[in-house]
């Protein structure tokens, strides 16, 4: 199973980014898939997830309004668009499969992506 993060980099305050997480070996659809968030020295923050049916998505309020979590199924990819990006959201992203979404316990999640940095600065 491997999952792959990408779509970081460098932008302005209040610009968009859209990170993907792509899978193999491992149905996205089976599972919910969680975004985590790490700024060295801190612990990695759980931001946002969607649920195995896609129904529901999760946002914790620092991103609430500005992130939107999405899947398509047929390319067994996983969305997180971030619009209004503010410097604090600069950080390394990361996505994790699981059976639920809980964004508060990262153990609850079996496979991860090698992250992705996201840099906000003018």
């Known amino acids: 199973v491997q999952l792959q993060a990408s779509g970081g980099g460098l932008v302005q305050p209040g610009g968009s980014l859209r990170l993907s997480c792509a899978a193999s070996?491992?149905?996205?659809?089976?599972?919910?898939v969680g975004w985590f968030r790490q700024v060295p020295g801190k612990a990695r923050e759980g931001i946002s997830c969607?649920?195995?049916?896609?129904?529901?998505?999760y946002y914790v309020d620092s991103v609430k309004g500005r992130f939107t979590v999405s899947r398509d199924d047929a390319k067994n990819t996983v969305y997180l668009v971030m619009n209004s990006l503010k410097p604090e959201d600069t950080a390394v992203y990361y996505c994790?499969?699981?059976?639920?979404?809980?964004?508060?316990?990262?153990?609850?999640?079996?496979?991860w992506g090698q992250g992705t940095q996201v840099t906000v600065s003018s």
């Open positions: 969607i649920s195995r049916s896609g129904g529901i998505t």
């Open positions: 994790a499969v699981g059976l639920r979404c809980i964004l508060n316990n990262e153990d609850r999640y079996d496979y």
């Open positions: 070996g491992l149905a996205l659809d089976s599972n919910a």
